[in-house]
């Protein structure tokens, strides 16, 4: 059971405790403090009554006359209604004075009373009384309220501030935050507060990433475009350069295309998911058939890439397509950038159980400022690490390796480079049959 539950148990508790101390201690103004432990009126009275059935009157010890300590007065009445010590007595005899009659050895008969101590007024007694039972419920009820508006403004006061909270986001202003408005609280509703105010900073983000794509989007579109209208008013203008248009209003649609369907692959792993359904794959043999093709073309360009990978197989269901966009798009990433002549050096392992692709190229690096944003969409580094494309490449990449679980990190190469390394979580190596 979480904090507030204790909390709730410890408040009403007190509240409890609070009412019956409350009431004890009225009882307690209103009664002797000393006495009442030894023995009670009943026990008084019996105590007097023996000794006058063994002794008589000598037999009352003088500690039941007029002893301060006691709660209540002793009173001796004989069969005449006299105090046999002379003292007040009341009018009449009531059950609430817990009378006693007893008889004496000479044969004398007395009624012995218990009467609380009080004031005298007029030559008659008048005792002190308990305190009603109204009084004592009352003081009950006043510490329960208390402890019950306390508790409740405990509670209320952080809701109220929810509610609010709510209310401004619900207004579009995604910056609110609550946890302030907490305090030092370590409970549940803290926590809520905090969940609250995680929820907000990731719908911030989330909107944000969204109008600045949107924004990118919008600024990649606008130059194929134009270049296209161009392409077209130069064709109308000189037919017979038609042929020349046509190839260049074909590469740029084909840009385009490539532009939209990486924007549909990007928003497909953004919302957590992936187009293409889960099958299983030997990831070795995946990864080994990549950097084939990645090999080819870095020797076309007068480089070189080295694939060491396992001698194991390494099953698992993946969505295939994600994730060969994302091991395709970091290794043709190292060709396209290492030095010519170097090498990309690229091998697979398992990491505590995680299945692993590193690769490590000879190319310029990347500002230790840029290692994180170069993973944002249509990211153009200083360095122009980037280069021709769309940009979207390490962004697809890292997303590809969320969706499952995994992980995208770059680090720069001491010597000059980049390494790339791409984690996949619990996935074991298995021998092939």
Known sequence: MGPLFWKFFAVFLLALVLAAVATGFVVWLHTPHRGAAVAGPAGLVEVAAQAIENEGLPGLHPLFQDNPDLPLTLLVIDDSGREVFGRPAPKEISRRFWPREVKAPSGERFTVLAVPKGERRGGHFR????????????MGFLASLLVAWALARYIAQPIRSLRWAFEQVAAGRLDTRITPAMGKRRDEVADLGRGFDHMTGELERLVEGQRRLLHDVSHELRSPLARLQAAVGLGRQNPERATATYDRIEREVTRLDALVGELLTLSHLDAGSAADPVQKVDLEEFVAAIANDARFEAEAAGKRLEYRGMASEVFAAVHAEPLRRAFENVLRNAVKFTAPGTTVEADTAIDRGDFVLRVADRGPGIPEADLEAVFTP??????????????????????AMEVHGGSLRLTNREGGGLVAELRLPGRKGHQGQ
């Open 127 to 138: 005792p002190r009384l308990w305190p009603p039972p109204v009084l004592t419920g009352m």
């Open 378 to 399: 249509f990211f153009r580094g200083e360095n122009g690490r980037v280069g021709e494309g769309t940009g979207l490449g390490l962004a697809i990449a890292r997303r």
